[in-house]
């Protein structure tokens, strides 16, 4: 996909408080927070939070703004070893709403995930959110 680019949104520190995330079980501690939005044709069609162990290297953290965190991860030979996947329909949240600029209750796919790498004091969790009319993607699992 030649037209399509990741605008960073934020990277902080904090702690995971999205209630949909309980049923992939965060843990309870300040982690390192990307959130970045995934555009094609100049429209956005996806947006992306992911939580990481806040103790990752500044050389990596660097390559987030730019790259899908897992991309960024493996180029520094972090691989992911288990991924565990809860897809599911509901509304956006308030900071999706307005990133879309869509009305409140719009209905998205959502992707919460939870990722074991080969690094064990990195476990990756998020959630990807897309509103139905403009998701169209191909998965692969190696």
Not at 19 to 27: D, N
Not at 28 to 53: E, G
Not at 122 to 128: A, C, D, F, H
């Amino acid at each position: 996909m030649d037209d399509t680019s990741i605008r960073s949104v934020s990277v902080t520190r904090e702690k995971i408080s999205d209630p949909t995330l309980s049923t992939i079980a965060p843990p309870d501690q300040v982690m390192l927070c990307v959130r970045k939005t995934i555009w094609m044709d100049d429209a956005p069609i996806m947006h992306d939070t992911t939580y990481l162990s806040p103790d990752i290297g500044n050389e990596v953290v660097d390559e987030f703004g730019e790259r899908f965190v897992v991309d960024a991860l493996v180029r520094h030979s972090i691989h992911v070893t288990k991924t565990h996947l809860v897809i599911d329909a509901a509304p956006a949240s308030a900071e999706v709403e307005e990133i879309f600029g869509i009305p409140n209750g719009y209905p998205m796919l959502r992707r919460l995930y939870r990722m074991v790498t080969s690094d064990p004091g990195i476990t990756v969790y998020g959630v990807l959110q897309a509103p139905f009319d403009r998701l169209a993607c191909t998965v692969d699992f190696p």
